[in-house]
Nanobody
């Protein structure tokens, strides 16, 4: 089994910054990618940013230039630095990890979610 533990959400004013962290632990043979998604109740979960362990990052257009994803390979962690936050960034943010569970199979895992609220 694999567990993802998130931290770093909270309340921030527009224009402010927050940093989310996600740590993966458990039966990890190798990581394919880790990233962040967000979801508003009643809407589909959407990609925010992903770090591909083989190299490369991807961002949603709405956060490009404001958010930055990074990783600590040794600790199986991924971070999301969120700057210039806007009220429309308010959401529950979920960490996702795609992990090799055997030499030939992988699975997706999700964290429990952390609330980010951008408001005066």
């Amino acid at each position: 089994q694999v567990q993802l533990v998130e931290s770093g959400g909270g309340l921030v004013q527009p224009g402010g910054s927050l940093r989310l962290s996600c740590a993966a632990s458990g039966s990890i043979l190798g990581i394919i990618a880790m990233g962040w998604y967000r979801q508003t109740p009643g809407k589909q979960r959407e990609l925010v940013a992903v770090y591909n362990w083989g190299g490369g990052t991807n961002y949603a257009d709405s956060v490009e230039g404001r958010f930055s994803i990074s990783r600590d390979n040794a600790k199986n962690m991924v971070y999301l630095q969120m700057n210039s936050l806007k009220p429309e960034d308010t959401d529950v943010y979920y960490c996702n990890a795609r992990i090799y569970t055997t030499s030939a199979a992988s699975s997706d895992y999700w964290g429990q979610g952390t609330q980010v609220t951008v408001s005066l």
